[in-house]
């Protein structure tokens, strides 16, 4: 499960700082991998991170 976390949580940071890089260079396809990225952080890597924590804390 830690893994899991731990690698959603990079995929999550490389989509959104790779659509951060786009929008500075002013590229196509930066507002879906921003909106992507905040969208995969949202849904999958903090309940996942929240599921791990409150597991280990009970």
Do not use: D, Q
Request: charge should be positive; glycine fraction near 6%; aromatic fraction near 20%.
């Amino acid at each position: 499960m830690k893994r899991t976390v731990y690698l959603f949580a990079f995929i999550t940071c490389f989509i959104l700082s790779t659509g951060i890089m786009f929008k500075m260079m002013h590229w196509p396809g930066a507002n879906i991998l921003i909106f992507s990225g905040f969208l995969l952080l949202n849904l999958v890597t903090m309940p996942m991170y929240f599921y791990h924590k409150y597991k280990a804390a009970v």
